[in-house]
């Protein structure tokens, strides 16, 4: 097998090792998770000619792995591990080993066409790492909010506006870190830009599509809706026809959308039109306000492919 032949690296990640397999070579290796074994593999891919690195997300465990080869300039690609285990099972392995994933993880990337990570990748998992803190504080400030209308002693309401004031100093600085983090990138400034040009569709709104779905405006409509969880799932077999309801996805993601929703209800005179015309034709609300968050996501990727801003549809 000559070095210049482009390989593909399946990476099965675990909290304290890397298990690798590159394809067609066939060699494999264990590397730990963590700097010094991130830059072992580094060597140990020295004079390879990497076409991608295929791996699945495993919460905290790959965050390290996926930054320190973004900024190496690897190109990655991150699959989602349900489709890899159909992979799996479509060509027969049914043993399920951390050696084994590796080289299903190598040859599933090698057969298909998998979108790799941009090049502001980097950057876009600082801004995740921001959004995941800022929402943990805004869940914080609706406990203590809640928690408040319970006390009467002066000395535990002043201490509780005192915690509330220091969680909103703590949003604030993290909105800040993510604009700054923003302006640095002048692709993601550019998409940004785009997003907030829908009326309805906030800076904290915008922030959330393109850090969770930094897929859009690169995969089709449908698939958007689906990857967001916003999209009705078909239950039939013969002549049972059972009721569609959303499942799945980015449930963070539909959390983001609910209330740009509404206010897209009353400011945006096209999503108005879907909710009014769904709800005149006897849809309950909530039916209506899925398909409105449903239509800000398709109306999204519709614009950043063709990387338009938002405009009236004409009377």
């Not at 482009?6 to 590397?31: N, R, W, Y």
């Not at 690169?218 to 959303?246: D, T, V, Y």
């Not at 499942?247 to 963070?252: A, L, Q, S, T, V």
């Not at 039916?287 to 009236?312: C, D, E, F, G, Y």
């Amino acid at each position: 097998m000559t070095a210049s032949m482009p390989q593909t690296l399946g990476v099965d990640i675990s909290k304290e090792k890397l298990d690798v397999h590159l394809h067609p070579e066939g060699s494999g290796a264990s590397f730990h998770n963590d700097r010094k074994g991130f830059s072992m593999l580094i060597k140990w891919l020295a004079g390879r000619v990497i076409a991608r690195i295929v791996y699945e997300p495993t919460g905290a465990y790959h965050r390290g792995f996926e930054r320190r080869f973004l900024e190496a300039g690897f190109p990655l690609a991150k699959v989602n591990p349900r489709q890899a285990r159909r992979f799996a099972e479509a060509i027969g392995t049914l043993a399920k080993t951390d050696r084994v994933d590796a080289e299903l993880l190598a040859r599933f990337g090698a057969m298909f066409e998998l979108r790799l990570l941009t090049d502001s990748g980097a950057i876009l998992l600082t801004m995740k790492d921001l959004l995941v803190a800022r929402r943990a504080l805004v869940k914080d400030r609706t406990a203590a909010r809640n928690r408040d209308h319970q006390r009467s002693l002066p000395l535990l309401k002043a201490q509780a506006a005192e915690r509330l004031r220091q969680i909103e100093r703590q949003i604030d600085a993290i909105d800040q870190a993510l604009r700054e983090q923003l302006e640095s990138d002048t692709a993601l400034r550019a998409r940004f830009d785009i997003l907030v040009s829908i009326p309805g569709l906030g800076e904290a709104t915008a922030f959330a599509l393109l850090i969770d779905m930094p897929e859009l405006g690169h995969i089709e409509n449908k698939c958007a809706a689906s990857l967001a969880g916003l999209a009705p799932m078909a239950r039939e077999s013969g002549q049972w026809r059972g009721k569609r309801f959303i499942r799945g996805g980015r449930p963070e993601l539909r959390h983001a959308l609910f209330m740009p929703a509404l206010v897209a209800i009353r400011s945006n005179p096209d999503l108005r039109a879907v909710y009014e015309n769904l709800t005149a034709m006897g849809k309950p609300a909530k039916i209506a306000l899925i398909a409105v968050m449903r239509r800000m996501v398709v109306l999204s990727n519709a614009l950043l492919r063709k990387q338009s801003h938002w405009r009236p549809n004409p009377a």
